[in-house]
């Protein structure tokens, strides 16, 4: 990925995105930002802990540097997708507000002008966009919306919505955390096991814990870039994240090591206005 210093911020931007034109995205890392210690930086969270004054002045600092107003949905760890569309005459703070009370985990768009928004701390962003349709889409993957295949989901869905063919998507997973940390019980290997396509995307590690018993981690950056392989996605059109959250503190958050601080890096996709 690329560093970018913006004001107040750094962000990373997946390559093979940063040559497209029309297109703004960013993953910023912890690096400036307004929080107080343990939350030190940028975390976008206001429910987690930090002062939501800071985290609400750090939302400000990420929509600045990528020039769109932040659209969210409501996250519920499910595998819904959304279309992000402005009513007419309807304002960015009403349609926040009506966005609000709309539950999904990934979110897609063909409008300019608006930054799709979440907030990330283990689980997979997943970033796609459409080149030839100028669509945009962000998902959330965590274990639960890899489990559901929300990476697949999404494609379907911007294909049924917008006529997108996956072979000519481009797309960026990551960071998320890894198998060096994630321990998961056999309840979520159950979980994707009743799902076909999440099953055989799934990378599972089974290794022995400090005590020396057996034990089960799942990577949760693979099992999400693999799903989006197996639903068409091209390899050389496809970007990982090398980083697991858990281990890289110094540049993000983890919900799993939160005995450090329990915030959440910024992830927006858009296309300029
Ligand atoms: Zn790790």
Redesign the pocket.
């Known amino acids: 990925m690329i560093e970018r210093q913006g004001d107040e911020c750094v962000y990373l931007l997946y390559e093979h995105l940063s040559g497209e034109a029309d297109l703004r995205h960013g993953v910023f890392t912890r690096k400036g930002g307004h929080s107080a210690p343990p939350f030190n930086g940028l975390n976008v969270a206001a429910t987690t802990g930090d002062d939501p004054a800071s985290a609400r002045r750090n939302q400000a600092v990420v929509a600045r540097a990528m020039g769109l107003p932040l659209i969210s949905a409501h996250i519920v760890h499910g595998n819904e997708v959304c279309v992000v569309e402005r009513a007419a005459d309807e304002s960015i703070e009403q349609m926040r507000a009506r966005l609000r009370h709309i539950s999904a985990d990934a979110m897609m768009t063909a409008e300019p002008g608006l930054g799709l928004f979440w907030g990330f701390g283990d689980c997979a962003p997943i970033l796609l966009y459409d080149p030839r349709l100028r669509v945009v889409a962000l998902a959330h993957g965590g274990w639960r919306g890899a489990a559901g295949a929300i990476g697949p989901r999404t494609i379907s869905a911007m294909s049924e919505r917008f006529g997108s063919r996956p072979e000519e998507l481009l797309a960026g997973v990551g960071p998320a955390?890894?198998a060096?940390?994630?321990r998961v019980n056999e309840q979520v290997r159950a979980t994707f096991a009743a799902n076909p396509l999440a099953a055989e995307s799934a990378v599972f590690e089974q290794r022995a814990d400090a005590e020396g018993q057996p034990a089960l981690y799942l990577d949760v950056t693979a099992s999400n870039a693999r799903q989006l392989l197996a639903a068409g996605v091209r390899p050389e059109r496809l970007e990982v994240a090398p980083w697991?959250?858990?281990?890289a503190e110094d540049l993000f958050y983890s919900h799993r090591m939160r005995v450090h601080a329990d915030g959440r890096f910024g992830v927006v996709i858009g296309l300029a206005a």
């Open positions: 955390i890894q060096c940390c994630y697991c959250t858990g281990c």
